[in-house]
């Protein structure tokens, strides 16, 4: 079953069990900077949304521009289905819409896997045999060489972004985009694999790091890996119960320098809102 969800001149369908509505009326900011930032994208730029579920994010993020190029990747199968529905649905109200779907489960390590979740929201586990095996990112965008350079990198996928962005060491180097993804870690392998991205993207040139929490407001912007790190073992000690929970994870904005300044800006008008 799912239900309608109404966005600025259309609607998407979200699974009857999404929180997505209660979280963002309870939260004004839930969910909100990635369509705010959407706004400050040229038309023609290439945005990569990994676990795009339903298609929420395109449809975000269409509602303020819908002149870039959306590649929406999702492996979870009822999902991608609300996908390709909504994709249709946000394409009646934009009929330029360039929104490709792929279902595919992106990582560089996670493989043999199954897909598991409620309220939403899906996550890999493992099995003991079979599964799903995962492709690297940069071989899902060769596959698609009509697609401008990647503006934007997008992920999402509970608690293996590092994976992903582990796998597109070829879009990171040659396009240099503005990367965005989900730091939620619920295990030792997971909370490491966290600890060795961030030094990870520095090498390539990122050295910008805003944290959000998990509610959509600002809570740090830095340069320095040890005050990143202090906030990874913040939330690892609730993690542990041996802190009084306040967040649950934090979503991380990171660019190069180049782009500091044009940051600066998204981030004031966010503020302001």
Request: net charge negative.
């Amino acid at each position: 079953m799912a239900k309608e969800y109404a966005f600025q001149g259309f609607s998407i369908l979200l699974p009857d069990d999404s929180m997505l509505g209660v979280y963002q009326q309870r939260h004004p900011k839930y969910d909100r900077f990635l369509p705010h930032l959407a706004k400050f994208l040229q038309p023609g730029d290439t945005v990569i949304d990994v676990g795009a579920n339903v298609g929420d994010t395109l449809a975000g993020m269409a509602q303020y521009n819908a002149r870039l190029h959306y590649l929406c990747v999702e492996p979870q199968g009822s999902f991608y289905s609300l996908l390709l529905q909504n994709i249709q649905r946000i394409s009646s109200a934009h009929p330029g819409l360039v929104a490709l779907p792929v279902q595919s489960l992106v990582g560089l390590g996670v493989s043999g896997v199954a897909l598991e979740g409620q309220f939403g929201t899906s996550h890999a586990v493992a099995v003991a045999s079979g599964g799903m095996q995962s492709e690297t990112l940069d071989s899902i965008v060769a596959r698609h060489p009509a697609l401008p350079p990647v503006r934007l990198l997008k992920s999402d996928v509970d608690g293996f972004d590092y994976d992903v962005l582990a796998s597109a060491t070829r879009i990171l180097q040659n396009d240099a985009p503005l990367v965005f993804f989900e730091c939620q870690y619920e295990n030792d392998a997971q909370k490491a694999g966290f600890e060795a991205l961030f030094p990870l993207l520095q090498a390539q040139g990122y050295t910008d790091w805003t944290l959000f929490d998990n509610f959509g407001e600002v809570m740090v912007r830095t340069g320095d890996l040890k005050t990143i790190a202090s906030m990874l073992q913040y939330v690892w000690r609730q993690n542990m119960h041996g802190a009084t929970r306040t967040i649950y994870y934090y979503d991380v904005l990171c660019a190069r320098p180049s782009d500091s300044a044009w940051i600066d800006r998204v981030l004031a008008s966010y503020h302001a809102h």
